[in-house]
Structures are given as C-alpha cells and as structure tokens.
C-alpha cells in the first residue's frame, strides 16, 4: 500500500461543477502540499499546509490531521483547471525535506 | 528571478551514452531536490541537498546516477552508460528551508529523457 493514495485516479466535469480530490496518507506528516502538473511537464506547488484550511481564488485546500485526510476544492470549474493534481507529504521527523507523492488525479473538465 | 530552470528541456540519447542534466534553483533557495518522474505515476525522491551538501540519495541512485552541487547553487545530475529504463522525466526542485520546518516546494519545468 502507498504512504499516499488519492482518489479518484481520473475525474472528468463539466464547466462550472464543484471538483473534489481526495488524498489519504498512513505516516506522521509535517506538511501536506497540493501540485498541480499540467501536459508536458511543469509542477506547481498550489497549497503547502499542516493544519486547517487554506484559500486561493477557486482553490481550497482543507487537512484533518487525525483522519489523515486532505481535500483538493475546485469551484466554478473551468476548462484552463485540466491538469494532474499530486498530493504530497513531508515526513515528520528528520526527513522532512523529503516529499512522498501520490500518483496524482488527472483532471478534464469541459466545456 | 525567473523561478528554477532546468537544461536541456529534452534529451535523446542512444542507450551506453553519459548525460548530464543542470538546474539553477531560485537564487536565494538552500535545499535542492532531484526527483524522477515516469508516465502515469507521481515524482520519486532521487536526491536532496542542503547548500552544498549532498544530504541523501535515494536506493533509486544507483551508482550509475552521480548529483553535485558544488558552491551551494546550481546542480547537476549525471548518468553514466544510460539504459531504456532511464528514460523518464527528471525534475528539479528548490526550497528555503528552515531547521525542522519544510518549505515550499518551487519545481523547474523538467528534463525529459529518451533513450533509445
């Protein structure tokens, strides 16, 4: 089993819905971050957090630290959105440096 | 500054070749990671330093793979006697990190490895 598993592996919507991405993790954790990876490379760090909830724009990133839960938010849903979504951890403990990925949710909404 | 930039974007090498990768972090970044991403799944740890030092390397690293970060800024990442395995796409990333806190993770947008 992955230290990191997210769900679903593949969503696709329509312009203007409300997206969920889900990310579960089984180890003590420092950080969770949300990247977003669009076709042909680049990843971009959407959210870094270790507790509560955080906002930006239509992103919102939320973290229950005792369920070891995370959730990735999209509102009002647009088609620029498509992209891989990864959650990441950073171990707690002296590794925390180091990310451990999820597979990542690949992301299609339409128009 | 212009974020973390990685050289070449895309690499086609023939399978026994050497190659070698750089990334510039963000100027003012003391932790710089190598990760190795392949179709369909998320990035892997290859390689982490702090300034100049070479803190971990992942059982990943075989002893094929070599990582430097010589004065504490830009990196390089090089394969000796590259196999079809190798290709993936290899992605760099900086960080400020402060003791026993994690920083925001800043990625360059990759190198792409093809070997034939």
């Known amino acids: 089993k992955n230290e990191v598993e997210q769900s679903p592996q593949n969503l696709t919507a329509q312009e203007g819905e409300f997206i969920t991405i889900n990310c579960s993790y089984s180890?003590?954790?420092?950080?969770l971050h949300w990247l977003q990876q669009h076709p042909g490379g680049g990843i971009v760090s959407l959210f870094m957090?270790?507790?509560g909830k955080k906002k930006h724009g239509r992103l919102i990133a939320t973290i229950n630290i005792q369920e070891k839960h995370s959730s990735l938010h999209i509102t009002a849903s647009h088609p620029r959105d498509s992209a891989v979504y990864i959650c990441a951890v950073s171990n707690s403990g002296g590794s925390n440096y180091k990310l451990t990925f999820g597979k990542g949710t690949l992301l299609t909404v339409n128009p | 500054d212009t974020g973390v930039s990685q050289d070449p974007r895309h690499k086609i090498t023939k399978r026994g070749q050497n190659v070698t990768f750089r990334c510039d972090p963000i100027?003012?970044?003391?932790?710089l990671y190598w990760y190795r991403q392949t179709l369909g799944q998320g990035p892997e740890f290859l390689t982490y330093?702090?300034?100049?030092?070479?803190?971990?390397k992942s059982r990943l690293l075989s002893d094929r793979f070599s990582a430097e970060r010589p004065k504490g800024s830009f990196s390089t990442l090089e394969i000796q006697r590259t196999e079809q395995g190798d290709s993936a796409m290899y992605l760099c990333a900086s960080s400020l990190g402060v003791s026993g806190r994690p920083g925001e993770l800043f990625f360059g947008e990759g190198s792409r490895l093809t070997v034939l």
């Open positions: 957090l270790s507790s």
């Open positions: 330093f702090q300034n100049e030092a070479q803190l971990e």
């Open positions: 180890v003590g954790i420092s950080a």
């Open positions: 100027s003012e970044h003391n932790r």
